[in-house]
C-alpha cells in the first residue's frame, strides 16, 4: 500500500480551502499510516480554479471533474460543491473504485442520499470508503459530550436542545447566493446548518429522531443577485439585480427519539448578534451537558451526583491531553479553532484507510439526517398540523 494518498478536492471556496488546508496539515500534527496529498483542484472556472490552486499550493487544477474522478493517480475525492453535485459526482467516483469525502448535507433529497448510500454500500464491499463531513462531531467538547453520554454519566436522556443560530443573512440586502437557491442547496437555513445539529444530536444523544413537527420561515423573499458565485453574503457583493429566494430562512422543530427523549430544534441565520452559535444542550436523569461552538474549547457539565452544596454547572476547558484529539495538539489551556475540526476529520479518515477504524459518519449515517431534513419539510407543508390560536 502506497504511503501517499492523493487527493482530489472538488470545489474550492468556504469548504474547499478548509479541507485543502486539513488535507495538508493533519500529518504535522497526526501520527498518520499514510501522508494525505493534495494534487488536484477542480472548480466550474478555470481562471479561479488555477488562482486557487496557486494560493493553496495544489499542482495541478481542472474544470473537468469526470475526468478527476477516474484517473489513476487519484485515491481520494473530496466533495466541496453545493448540494445539487454530491450524488452524480459521488456515484461516479465510486465507481472508479475511489474513497469519497463528502461535505454535509449528503444531498438533496432522500432519493439522491439512498442513491449514493447504496452505490458506497456497493463500493465497501471492494474496500472502498464513504465519509460525509459532519466536522462539528470532531469538536473536542462535541466529542467529550458523547463520551459522557456513553459512559452513562448523565443517566437516561431526557431533553435534547439544538440551536444551530448564525446572522449573515439579516441583512435583506446580502446577496442571493447559492445557499438561498432551493436548487442548488435543496433548503435553506434546515439544511445547511439544521442539518449539522440533527447529526451532532443523534450522535451525542445515540438515539434517532423517529419524528417530529416542525415550521419553517422566510424572512426575506427576494435579495439582490451575488455579484460573486460564493460568499456568505456580504451586501458589497450584491447587484441591483433581483432575484427569488427559494429556501427557508429559518426553522424551528420539536421531535421524539427513539430511546424516549424529547427534542427541541432551531437553525436560522437570523439571529442577529449570534455569529456562529451551534449550541447542543442534553438533560439526562443523573447530569447534564451544554455546549456552544462560540466557546468551542469549553463543555458545560453539571453532575446530579455531586453534594448538593458543591452542585452546579462546571465549565470544562476541552484542551487536556485526556479529552478527544487535543492531545495533538498544545499545551492544556490553549485551545484550537473551526479549521482544527477539519484537521481532525482528515486524520480520522486517513486512519481508516490504512486500516484502522471505520470512521463515522459514512453515508448511511448522513441519509439518515436526510430522512429527518426530509421530514421536517414534509411536516412544515402540512398546514393541518398547524393549530392557530383561537380568538
Ligand atoms: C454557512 O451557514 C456555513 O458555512 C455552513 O455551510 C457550514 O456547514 C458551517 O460549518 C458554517 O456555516
Request: charged share 25%; proline share 3%; glycine share 10%.
Amino acid at each position: 500500500m502506497s504511503t501517499s494518498v492523493r487527493v482530489a478536492v472538488i470545489g474550492h471556496a468556504f469548504m474547499g480551502k478548509a479541507h485543502i488546508h486539513a488535507w495538508r496539515t493533519a500529518s504535522r500534527f497526526f501520527d498518520l499510516p499514510r501522508t494525505p496529498e493534495v494534487t488536484l483542484l477542480v472548480g466550474r472556472d478555470s481562471g479561479r480554479a488555477a488562482a486557487a490552486a496557486q494560493q493553496l499550493n495544489v499542482a495541478e487544477s481542472t474544470t473537468d471533474w469526470r475526468t478527476a474522478v477516474t484517473r489513476d493517480d487519484i485515491d481520494v475525492v473530496d466533495i466541496c460543491t453545493p448540494g445539487d453535485s454530491h450524488r452524480e459526482i459521488a456515484v461516479a467516483a465510486l465507481a472508479a473504485g475511489k474513497h469519497v469525502l463528502c461535505e454535509k448535507p449528503l444531498a438533496n433529497s432522500v432519493e439522491e442520499a439512498e442513491e449514493m448510500t447504496a452505490a458506497a454500500a456497493a463500493a465497501d464491499a471492494k474496500g472502498i470508503t464513504s465519509f460525509c463531513g459532519f466536522s462539528y462531531r470532531r469538536t473536542p467538547g462535541l466529542a467529550l459530550a458523547r463520551r459522557f453520554v456513553e459512559e452513562g454519566r448523565l443517566g437516561e436522556i431526557r431533553h435534547v436542545r439544538a440551536q444551530y443560530l448564525q446572522d449573515w443573512l439579516s441583512d435583506a440586502n446580502a446577496p442571493l447566493t447559492w445557499r438561498l437557491d432551493k436548487d442548488k442547496a435543496g433548503s435553506g437555513s434546515l439544511g445547511d446548518i439544521g442539518a449539522h445539529s440533527i447529526d451532532a444530536a443523534q450522535w451525542v444523544s445515540g438515539q434517532r429522531i423517529e419524528g417530529v413537527s416542525a415550521l419553517l420561515h422566510t424572512f426575506v423573499t427576494s435579495r439582490p443577485v451575488a455579484g460573486v458565485a460564493e460568499g456568505l453574503g456580504g451586501a458589497g457583493d450584491a447587484t441591483s439585480e433581483k432575484g427569488p429566494v427559494t429556501v427557508d430562512d429559518a426553522a424551528a422543530f420539536t421531535a421524539r427519539f427513539d430511546g424516549g427523549a424529547v427534542g427541541v430544534f432551531e437553525a436560522t441565520r437570523f439571529a442577529l448578534g449570534r455569529r456562529n452559535a451551534n449550541r447542543l444542550e442534553i438533560n439526562g436523569s443523573l447530569g447534564s451537558v451544554a455546549f456552544d461552538f462560540e466557546r468551542m474549547n469549553e463543555l458545560e457539565y453539571f453532575d446530579g451526583r455531586d453534594d448538593q452544596q458543591a452542585q452546579g454547572f462546571r465549565r470544562i476547558h476541552v484542551t487536556d491531553s485526556v479529552h478527544p484529539y487535543t492531545g495533538n495538539w498544545w499545551p492544556v489551556g490553549h485551545g484550537l479553532g473551526y479549521g482544527d475540526l477539519f484537521i481532525h476529520q482528515v486524520a480520522d479518515v486517513i486512519d481508516a484507510l490504512g486500516g484502522g477504524p471505520q470512521t463515522r459518519p459514512n453515508f448511511a449515517d448522513a441519509l439518515e439526517v436526510q430522512r429527518v431534513l426530509h421530514a421536517v419539510e414534509t411536516s412544515a407543508e402540512d398546514s393541518s398540523r398547524y393549530t392557530p390560536v383561537a380568538r
